[in-house]
């Protein structure tokens, strides 16, 4: 029943802010994102701080590192974490991702950096893409703004929902790039965001999901797509009629894409995974059939300790 009324107040709030001409409240909205603030001070076991990577743009980071570890000292492996909220919403310091990039770094005993990248509508696509991947070279210019103990060359690219299609495209635009210090050896897509002009089975079967319905998803690509763009531009549609990139050629690292049987968008998670493997890429697919999409955040529900599991499990494996 806690969790009916949570989500029945989130949809609320998304209908009040979000306008059906692509714009979005942002005063409003911000005001009832609630905040958690860094911490020094550990808090479930981790403790956290923020670093500016360029006050014009707002493009920051939270690091979140296991206190355990800072104790007794020991190299861990770092992961640059994208959140998700359809490109228009949330950040590292919404209370609710707070919340959940402590649990994985609790569970899974490595640093995290938690990017903040500007939203859509106010910037649209592919400035998300280019703050994710600006950060990506921050960190490696940077070497002092991550701990001694944190090995930048144990790096995996993660995110969720829209953070899972940023997490990707950045993957893309860093294949093409020569880093100092870090090395990207894992790519972990959450149920990732992606999408077509094509109304697929899983669309269709499930159209009025809790925190992600048929009707959010058209308003996130129109509020973020270039104007002018349907939902097969190559941002959404990956490996669709508009692709512009030829993955096969893209140094790209070991994948794994988490999926929910509920989830709306789980044909299209399962087209970008057959896209990876048709193009030769190490790609796993895990599905948690009871999972709908965003289920993940919430800890009473068994999906999220499910996703948390794999992903030690594919980390373990990369780190071998």
Known sequence: ??????????????????????????????????????????????????????????????????????????????????????????????????????????ELRCALVSVNYRLAPEHRCPTQYEDGFDALKFLDDNEDKLPVYVNPKLCFLAGDSAGGNLAHNVVVKAGEHEFSRLKLIGLIAIQPFFGGKERTESEIRNPGRPLLSLKDTDWYWRAFLPNGSDRDHPAANVFGPNSSVDISRVKYPATLILTGGLDILNDWQRKYYDGLKKAGKEVDLVEDPNSFHGSYMFHELPGSYFFIKEIQNFMQKQLV
């Open 1 to 106: 029943m806690k969790l009916r009324l949570l989500f029945a107040f989130f949809k609320f709030i998304l209908n009040l802010c979000c306008h059906q001409n692509g714009t979005i409240n942002r005063r409003l909205i911000n005001f009832l994102d609630l905040k958690s603030p860094p911490s020094k001070t550990p808090r479930n076991g981790v403790i956290s701080s923020d670093t500016v990577i360029d006050a014009s743009r707002d493009l920051w980071f939270r690091l979140f590192t296991p206190a355990a570890t800072v104790l007794a000292g020991g190299s861990v492996p770092v992961i640059v974490y994208f959140h998700g909220g359809g490109f228009a919403l949330s950040s590292p310091s919404s209370f609710a991702y707070d919340d959940w990039c402590r649990e994985l770094v609790r």
